[in-house]
């Protein structure tokens, strides 16, 4: 019998999750609760005003391969270190059991930025999206995006999950590993695409990934480099192959000063 991946291992959990959450919150009370959902902004607007390359500073507790990063983080307190140190977007993991998160992470996340810097950063829910509750769920809780991983849909369902987050005000950064799930994604109509740099079936990670992946975007699709990254030398690596934006996860939450090694990365 074949050995499921660390990614199906992840996406079989996260199905099963969905299922026992619709039966405590519904999803028609999720979308009852849509019309006192907080304003949206613009992911790639956010990304745009950060040119030549925008810092999507994460918070992420944990991984399946580095295990523990730093579990009794304060999501709030970090994410306003990010915002004032002039991150363009905050990601925020809210998978529970192999990266330790929570969307009461990013409640509180979108609740503190609020009013915090003139042009807040967008906040990214970071998750691995298999229903369409999860995107209901994204809403209410103030994400002006979510990330959709081509590796754990179908094509049915990439489209249809990129339509609905379209249809509630909020925009989609499309991840892919391969040339195959770039040509995925573009068919599908993204508009903002994600190298990974890390395999989620090994999580091994190559930052030649980002080069090879991306070679002949269309210009109007905005590039970012995922995972990995930990040095403004590597910003400057992909800013030089055309990428608008590197999210950066384990760098940042190990920092003793998480701004100021933002603003390294900015390069300010």
Not at 22 to 41: D, M, N, Y
Not at 120 to 148: H, S, T
């Amino acid at each position: 019998m074949k050995t499921a991946t660390i990614l199906e291992e992840i996406v079989a959990r996260r199905r099963q999750d969905v299922a026992a959450d619709k039966t405590v919150t519904p999803v028609e009370e999720l979308e009852r609760r849509l019309g006192s959902a907080p304003a949206v902004i613009s992911l790639a607007g956010r990304l745009r005003a950060s040119a030549p390359i925008a810092v999507m500073a994460e918070i992420k507790r944990a991984s399946p391969s580095k295990g523990d990063i730093a579990l009794d983080i304060d999501a709030a307190d970090q994410a306003a270190s990010y915002a004032r140190a002039g991150a363009a977007a905050i990601s925020v993991l809210t998978e529970p059991h192999w990266f330790k998160g929570a969307l009461e992470d990013m409640r509180a996340v979108r609740a503190r930025l609020e009013g915090l810097v003139t042009d807040r950063p967008a906040v990214l829910r970071k998750e691995f999206i298999v229903d369409a509750y999860q995107v209901f769920e994204a809403r209410v809780a103030g994400a002006d995006a979510l990330l959709l991983i081509v590796a754990c849909l179908s094509e049915t369902e990439l489209r249809d999950l990129m339509k609905l987050t379209s249809d509630l005000g909020m925009e989609a950064l499309v991840e892919v590993n391969s040339t195959d799930e770039m040509a995925r994604a573009l068919d599908a109509g993204a508009t903002i695409v994600g190298v990974n740099n890390r395999n989620l079936h090994t999580f091994d990670v190559d930052l030649g990934t980002t080069e090879r992946v991306a070679k002949g975007l269309p210009p109007d699709v905005l590039l970012a480099a995922l995972s990995g990254i930990s040095t403004r030398e590597d910003v400057r690596r992909f800013q030089d192959v055309g990428a608008a934006a590197v999210l950066v996860g384990e760098a940042l939450m190990r920092a003793v000063d998480p701004a100021a090694k933002v603003a390294e990365l900015r390069g300010v």
